[in-house]
């Protein structure tokens, strides 16, 4: 059974949370801890799928940096999903620093940007899953994992990119050599699904690997249609 743990010392914001996802996926297990100590006792006994996590836990001010460090310690790609009060355009920055999948700041978010969000980390969660122990990928390749936010790599050299950008590096990679339209990338777009927009995640990325590659051309446009992933030849020597 899919496990997720539910961190959160505010008893009425843990309770709605937990329902949340209990309404969307009755078949998930839903654990709920209220402070540092039994949360961090229950992430190395537990083998969550997900944990939802606030920050602030009681007088801990940033408690929840503490057991997303312990998380990344045991290596095993758990997702983050960080819900606190705290300002989100100081701290989704450090957050994605932590190597957490998402930030949503209390307040500012409906049941339904929730769900979609959790629902986006659980599908993920259980394709990484399943290709645990598959083939690494050979050397030279684009490195994908759509969990942890240090990774892609390219070359063996990280590339820093947004969620979204992800996303539409991972739609374009996994179609290699087919035109993506914009119309399937409105798709793995969350908000401002439009063709300006797509264009501009689209240079995102391009700007990201030529930091690492200045001679990346692994992106081409297709004029009117949308993008294609161009397989890069080998590097000689």
């Known amino acids: 059974m899919t496990r997720v743990a539910v961190i959160e010392d ?3 914001t843990s309770r709605q949370l937990a329902g949340w996802i209990r309404s969307a ?3 998930v297990a839903v654990d709920q801890w209220f402070n540092r100590d039994d949360a961090e006792a229950a992430l190395a006994r537990e083998p969550y799928d997900v944990v939802l996590l606030d920050i602030e836990l009681g007088r801990e001010r940033h408690a929840g940096v503490a057991l997303i460090n312990a ?4 290596g095993q ?3 983050v999903l960080v819900v606190s009060a705290m300002p989100a355009a100081i701290y989704r920055s450090i957050m994605k620093a932590l190597d957490a999948w998402d930030y949503l700041q209390k307040t500012t978010f409906e049941e339904a940007d929730f769900i979609e969000t959790f629902l986006e980390i659980l599908r993920v969660a259980r394709e990484r899953k399943a290709q645990r122990g598959a083939p690494a990928a050979a050397a030279g390749e684009l490195a994908l994992d759509p969990l942890w936010q240090r990774t892609p790599t390219w070359r063996g050299e990280r590339i820093n990119l947004p969620l979204t950008a992800q996303r539409i590096l991972a739609t374009l990679y996994q179609r ?3 035109v993506v339209s914009y119309e399937d990338l409105f798709d793995v ?3 401002g699904r439009n063709r300006d927009n797509v264009r501009k995640h689209v240079s995102t990325i391009r700007d990201a690997f030529r930091e690492v590659d200045p001679q990346f051309e692994g992106i081409e446009n297709v004029p009117m249609r949308g993008f294609r992933w161009v397989p890069s030849p080998p590097r000689r020597g």
């Open 71 to 74: 998380i990344n310690k045991q």
């Open 77 to 79: 790609g758990v997702p």
């Open 10 to 12: 505010d008893l009425p």
């Open 176 to 178: 290699s050599g087919e």
């Open 25 to 27: 996926r009755p078949d």
């Open 189 to 191: 777009v969350k908000s």
